[in-house]
Nanobody
Framework: QVQLVEFGGGLVQPGGSLRLSCAASGSIYIYDMEWYRQAPGKQREFVAVITRDTGTNYVDSVKGRFTISRDNAKKTAYLEMNSLKPEDTAVYYC?????????WGQGTQVTVSS
C-alpha cells in the first residue's frame, strides 16, 4: 500500500554527517519506520526504528551517533547520521512495517571515505 523512496545518500569523509530521507507515497502514521543497511559482502542489518508512537531503538554500533525521526504530516522518515565511520558504508534501506505488512525502499548508497 505504501511506496518508499530514499534520498540523501552520498560520499562523506569520516567524522562527517549525512541526513537520509524516506519519502512515502501514502500516510505512514500507522507504521513503524525502520532503517536497515547492507555493506558489500555482508548481510543486511537493522539500524534503527521509530515506532508509530515515536519510541526509538538503535543497533549498538550507531547509538549516540544516529538519530531516527519521522514527520507523519510530511509522510517522511529521517535518519540523521553523525560522526560517520568507514564501517558505516552501506546501502541504506527504509522500511515501513505493520504486523504482516512490510514495505521497502530501493536503497541509497552511503560511502564514508577519505
Amino acid at each position: 500500500q505504501v511506496q518508499l523512496v530514499e534520498f540523501g545518500g552520498g560520499l562523506v569523509q569520516p567524522g562527517g554527517s549525512l541526513r537520509l530521507s524516506c519519502a512515502a507515497s501514502g500516510s505512514i502514521y500507522i507504521y513503524d519506520m525502520e532503517w536497515y543497511r547492507q555493506a558489500p559482502g555482508k548481510q543486511r542489518e537493522f539500524v534503527a526504528v521509530i515506532t508509530r508512537d515515536t519510541g526509538t531503538n538503535y543497533v549498538d554500533s550507531v547509538k549516540g551517533r544516529f538519530t531516527i525521526s519521522r514527520d507523519n504530516a510530511k509522510k517522511t522518515a529521517y535518519l540523521e547520521m553523525n560522526s560517520l565511520k568507514p564501517e558505516d558504508t552501506a546501502v541504506y534501506y527504509c522500511s515501513a512495517n505493520l504486523v504482516l505488512k512490510r514495505y521497502w525502499g530501493q536503497g541509497t548508497q552511503v560511502t564514508v571515505s577519505s
